[in-house]
């Protein structure tokens, strides 16, 4: 036997920890390999055998046992973690509603801000306005004749007016007329129906006061006298069909013509009115 055979076998009995033992004494150097191959294969099915018995082998439960263990551990941590991933969705949900709720309520809230803002004079338009429609009237008065157009003092009159219509509506008040116009019950407020000649139905015949409007807001309705669309003169019957079977004679007299009008005189461009 070689040195270096000897050396071979001597690191394999450290390694097994003696588990193999040479005959030293062997001649035969095939014979001794052949006894070496087969001791080898033995033990490797040892090793093989005592790793399986500890790392899966079926006879041993204990391990099967922790491996079962393992599994059920790792689908709990599944579940906890689904369990996770739904309520981060749901958190993240409730952050996206929150945060669309705020941005609605901050719009709102400026919207709100600035509509008062915008209507904060309204208290005093809808005192201003009944000023405003004693000036009418008191301009309606004025003569309509060459000598009140050269007067300076109605021409004054007239300038002030102007001025004032000029201011309403650079703050946004507006005067709207109404006669000759459809009744819109939005801006306008029915007094009275009468029955007018030439007049077609809800068509607006008088008003007593005008509607305002501040921006896009009715601060105050215009009160007007609406036409019926039935004719205030009714024709006049025959005498034949008047007479009954008693011989009177029925007054041939025709029916007496309805005629209202309003308290206060239609205002026209003349006066500088709206």
């Known amino acids: 036997m070689t040195e270096e055979e000897k050396k071979y076998r001597e690191e394999l009995g450290n390694e097994n920890n003696g588990a193999i033992e040479i005959d030293e004494n062997l001649s035969d150097a095939g014979n001794a390999l052949q006894a070496f191959a087969n001791e080898l294969g033995e033990h490797e099915k040892s090793k093989k055998k005592r790793f399986f018995n500890k790392f899966g082998g079926k006879g041993d439960e204990k391990a099967h046992k922790e491996i079962k263990e393992l599994e059920e551990k790792l689908a709990k941590l599944d579940e906890q973690i689904k369990l996770k991933d739904e309520k981060i ?53 004025i003569p309509k004749n060459e000598e009140s157009e050269n007067d300076p003092f109605i021409q004054g009159i ?31 407020q029915a007094m009275s129906m009468i029955n007018v000649d030439g007049k077609e139905a809800n068509e607006i015949v008088a008003e007593y006061v005008k509607c305002y ?53 239609e205002n026209t461009e003349e006066n500088g009115n709206c």
């Open 158 to 188: 007239r300038h002030l007016a102007s001025k004032f219509d000029d201011v309403c509506g650079k703050h946004g008040l507006v005067c709207i007329s109404s006669i000759g116009e459809k009744f819109d019950p939005s801006i306008h």
């Open 213 to 265: 409007k501040l921006h896009d807001r009715v601060i105050r309705p215009a009160m007007v006298v609406v036409a019926s669309g039935i004719p205030a003169t009714k024709p006049e019957e025959p005498a034949e069909k008047a007479e009954e079977g008693s011989g009177e004679k029925i007054d041939e007299t025709p029916a007496e013509t309805v005629e209202e009008t309003a308290d206060e005189p």
């Open 89 to 141: 969705a749901e958190l993240e949900g409730n952050v996206k509603s929150l945060v669309a709720e705020n941005r609605n309520q901050k719009t709102r809230i400026e919207n709100e801000f600035r509509s008062k803002i915008k209507f904060a004079v309204e208290d005093f338009f809808k005192d201003f306005i009944t000023v405003k429609d004693d000036f009418d009237k008191a301009m309606e008065f």
